[in-house]
């Protein structure tokens, strides 16, 4: 009897020192909820040479865990809202391509747009990237990025569930069918308990 009892109190105690909060079945479903892994940031290839808002920002890793967005911008006119922001993301397929047009979206109005879609880490990113005004219009200059922590973007007023891929993301300012400024993010959505691997 005394066993019986020493080892029910040993099993009672082990089930209440679990780590319950923890998941125990983890989904494989093909969309929900993400996280963002930033695998690369890069210029467009374009063949204007005479575009009139020129990023330069590249991927920075700050340690083993976090990433950082650094650069610079060069602002020829001030980003108003008189152009127009186009988001294109692709997303890889199967067989290691793009497929294009996964998600499209173009809004008038870009600067308010921008402010809209980033929502609580608008003024983080604006001083990220070397601005010193944090209302529209962004005016025209040279901006130094010392520093856009990529973790800001989980805060950002973007979708809160997608499917889990690795996306090519086109950020664009355009006016009249003309691009003004171009930059690719290339970022994997994956699942909350997925490892970068």
Not at 15 to 34: A, E, H, I, M, W
Not at 67 to 78: A, F, H, L, Y
Not at 125 to 136: A, E, I, L, R
Request: hydrophobic share 35%; glycine share 6%.
């Amino acid at each position: 009897m005394k066993c019986l009892l020493i080892n029910l109190i040993v099993f009672v105690t082990a089930v209440n020192n679990s780590d319950t909060r923890k998941p125990l079945f983890l989904p494989q479903l093909p969309v929900g909820t993400y996280r963002l892994n930033f695998l690369g940031v890069t210029r467009c290839v374009s063949g204007q040479s005479n575009e009139k808002i020129k990023f330069q920002y590249y991927l920075s890793k700050k340690s083993a865990n976090k990433t950082e967005i650094k650069g610079n911008c060069t602002n020829n006119i001030p980003v108003d809202d008189s152009l127009n922001l186009k988001f294109h993301l692709a997303v890889i397929d199967s067989i290691g391509g793009w497929k294009e047009n996964a998600y499209l979206y173009k809004s008038p109005k870009a600067c308010s747009t921008l402010k809209m879609f980033l929502g609580d880490a608008w003024i983080p990113v604006m001083k990220g990237s070397g601005f010193q005004n944090f209302s529209c219009p962004l005016p025209a200059g040279l901006y130094e990025a010392t520093g856009i922590d990529t973790d800001l973007f989980s805060t950002a007023n973007f979708p809160k569930t997608l499917f889990y891929g690795t996306y090519r993301f086109r950020y664009s300012y355009t006016k009249k069918d003309e691009v003004y400024g171009c930059f690719i993010i290339v970022v994997e959505i994956k699942r909350p308990w997925e490892t970068n691997n």
